[in-house]
Structures are given as C-alpha cells and as structure tokens.
C-alpha cells in the first residue's frame, strides 16, 4: 500500500501562482510514476501531467503546458506541481495519484486538494 497526501491548494487570482506537492509514504518502491490529475465539479477527472521516478520526460496534458512544471525529489518521496499563470478554468479538486513501473492505471490516490482561481 502507498499512502499519498496533498497540500498547497488554496485561492488565488488570475495569473498567480502555486505549488502543490505530494507526500508518499508506505510502499513508495510502487510508485514508479507519480501523477497528477484534476477534476472539475460537474466534470470528469482529467490528467495533468506525471513524472517517472528517473525525472526525465515529463507529460502534460496540452491545457497546461507551458505552464505547470512537475518534478519529484524521489529522497522525501514528494512529487510537486508548479503551477504559474493560473486561470479561472484550472479551478478544480487536484489528486495525486501512483503506479508502477508496468501498470497501466493508477494504483493509489491522494484525498485530493481543492484549487480556485479568481477572475
């Protein structure tokens, strides 16, 4: 079992910033790739971007591009998402999610961190 718990959701306005991070503990040996995604309300949970655990090619979904950075310091099994010139439509519950190297689907997920953003 991996435990994972997010923090740094808040309120901001348009074109702020902020830095949401995830803190793995348990089984961390299972989280390979560690992901982030979002959901709306009255929307489907969408992927925003997931890092490997070597760091390297990182994915985006096209929304975010340019503007979110993922990374992972793999020593505090912490993944973080940079987000830079947030809009009002990146307004959503964010989840932190991991699987393993072979899986298709994520295995375990955070509770989840509310961010708004103000117009």
């Known amino acids: 079992q991996v435990q994972l718990v997010e923090s740094g959701g808040g309120l901001v306005q348009a074109g702020g910033s902020l830095r949401l991070s995830c803190a793995a503990s348990g089984r961390t040996s299972s989280s390979y790739v560690m992901g982030w995604f979002r959901q709306a309300s009255g929307k489907e949970r969408e992927f925003v971007a997931a890092?490997?655990?070597?760091?390297?090619?990182?994915n985006y979904a096209d929304s975010v591009k340019g503007r979110f950075t993922i990374s992972r310091d793999n020593s505090k099994n912490t993944v973080y998402l940079q987000m830079n010139s947030l809009k009002p439509e990146d307004t959503a519950v964010y989840y932190c999610?991991?699987?393993?190297?072979?899986?298709?689907?994520?295995?375990?997920w955070g509770q989840g961190t509310q961010v708004t953003v103000s117009s």
């Open positions: 999610a991991t699987k393993g190297a072979l899986r298709v689907e994520y295995d375990y």
């Open positions: 890092i490997s655990r070597s760091g390297g090619s990182p």
